[in-house]
């Protein structure tokens, strides 16, 4: 799978790496706030909404990430044009 964004090849090797760090660092943030060592003003949104919403505080602190991520590209796309 070959995805062409503005003429850079990114393969689903990479892709696979970029979703494996991005469960990574997810662990890294739910692992630091179970022992209470607290979290970053990033991570404040996920661990709020944990409270609300009947989902983890892995997985929304990865859906946040994907969603900075997807927002970051709207707007790189539409300041490049």
């Keep these: 799978m070959k995805i062409n964004i503005k003429k850079i090849k990114i393969g689903g090797k990479r892709i ?3 979703v494996v760090g991005m469960v990574a660092v997810s662990v890294g ?3 630091g706030t179970k022992c209470e060592l607290g979290i970053s003003p990033v991570s404040n949104w996920p661990f709020v909404m944990e409270k609300v919403v009947p989902l983890s505080f892995g ?8 969603v900075n991520i ?7 796309k539409k300041l490049s044009m």
């Design 16 to 18: 696979a790496i970029y």
């Design 29 to 31: 943030i739910v692992l």
């Design 59 to 66: 997985v929304l602190t990865m859906l946040f990430h994907f």
């Design 70 to 76: 997807f927002l970051q590209y709207i707007l790189e």
